[in-house]
């Protein structure tokens, strides 16, 4: 289970500083798949930062009782003066994981060949996101962190990609921040709205994009803090 208790946070704009989540507190329960819509700039980047721990809330606390993956397609877990190769040494030791079986997967999978044994600052982007999305399948995550992008390279490789989510997604569960209404349908139970810094659930997908596309046909609620 994953459990916000009371998150807030706040970022600076200029002069003023804007409320991204206000006191939120909700719960993300194993096996059902959940979706959170937002408009760009909602804040549902800083959302999935906070569950996954990259980014700290400036109030409030999280509870995490299972496994959970960072947003696939981050590569900001490695460390740039490490060879692939080691990068995945250091990860699965944080995970208690066989980083030789681990290694054999992400090397097979990821494509990179002899850029495994070269730093991961060489890489480009697209490299450095298949080393993280196929370390992630390799890990085996409880939750796993989507932000928009599930999978990256050319057409063949998505379609690598997309194959072996699906057999992660038959055992784990899925937390989805997007702003894509198809996205949310095809791959969640239930949705969520993020605006003007707090969630709101419905109890059907069906009713949450109904309400998105009302509430994207105003203007954004943005909050500040008072001074």
């Keep these: ?7 807030t946070k706040i970022y600076k704009v200029g002069q003023r500083s804007r409320i991204i989540l206000d006191n939120v ?22 959302l999935m930062g906070i569950i996954g721990g990259k980014i700290k809330p400036d109030s409030g606390r999280i509870v995490r ?14 460390n740039g003066s490490l060879t692939g190769k080691e990068n995945l040494r250091f990860v ?28 991961v600052a060489t890489y480009s982007s697209g490299m ?22 599930t999978a990256v390279g050319d057409a063949s490789f998505k379609n690598k990609c997309n194959k072996i989510f699906q057999e992660r997604k ?15 349908k095809s791959q969640c139970d239930i949705a969520g709205i993020l605006d003007g810094g707090s969630i709101t659930f419905y109890d059907t997908i069906s009713d949450a994009i109904k309400m998105y596309n009302d509430i994207c046909a105003k203007p954004p609620q943005i909050k500040f803090v008072l001074d």
């Design 92 to 119: 699965s030791r944080i995970y208690n994981k066989d980083w030789k079986e681990i290694s054999e997967f992400v090397e097979d999978f990821s494509e990179l060949g002899a850029y495994m044994n070269q730093p």
């Design 25 to 46: 507190s909700c719960n993300f329960r194993q096996g059902i798949n959940v979706g959170i819509l937002g408009r760009n700039g909602a804040g549902k980047s800083t």
């Design 170 to 184: 038959s055992k784990a569960t899925l937390i989805i921040v997007s702003h894509s209404i198809n996205t949310i």
């Design 65 to 78: 009782t299972s496994l959970i993956s960072w947003p696939l397609g981050f590569s900001g877990c490695f």
């Design 1 to 7: 289970m994953i459990g916000l208790r009371h998150i």
């Design 128 to 149: 450095k996101a298949k080393l993280a999305f196929g370390l992630s399948m390799a890990i085996g995550f409880d939750y796993y962190l989507i932000d928009e992008v």
